[in-house]
Nanobody, 117 residues
Framework: QVHLVESGGGLVQSGRSLRLSCEGS?????????MAWYRQAPGKQRELVAWISPSPRATNYADSVKGRFSIFIEDAKNTMYLQMNNLTVEDTAMYYCNRIGDPLWAWGQGTQVNVSS
């Protein structure tokens, strides 16, 4: 059983930064999986924001966050991060981490990011 715990969200003003964390428990190591951050804004479907592959750790980003967000994994802590810079009100959403693949792991509770103008 994989448990994902997201943290680091909060309320910030537009233009500021936040770093989200995703910790995994159970018998999995993030470094072996295609890992991703997702987000879901009110009234919208969950969308893929950023993802990182196993070695060589290639990263990709949704066009809406490219150049502002950065995804990385700290192997020693089995923790994945999402560094979010120059936040905009359009980034307001609940953020989740998970793998990309079938089946997905059980979703965590997410971490809420609210960006004010």
């Amino acid at each position: 059983q994989v448990h994902l715990v997201e943290s680091g969200g909060g309320l910030v003003q537009s233009g500021r930064s936040l770093r989200l964390s995703c910790e995994g428990s159970g018998s999995i190591a993030f470094r072996f999986y295609l890992m991703a951050w997702y987000r879901q804004a009110p009234g919208k479907q969950r969308e893929l924001v950023a993802w990182i592959s196993p070695s060589p750790r290639a990263t990709n980003y949704a066009d809406s966050v490219k150049g502002r967000f950065s995804i990385f994994i700290e192997d020693a802590k089995n923790t994945m991060y999402l560094q979010m810079n120059n936040l905009t009100v359009e980034d307001t959403a609940m953020y989740y981490c998970n793998r990309i693949g079938d089946p997905l792991w059980a979703w965590g509770q997410g971490t809420q990011v609210n960006v004010s103008s």
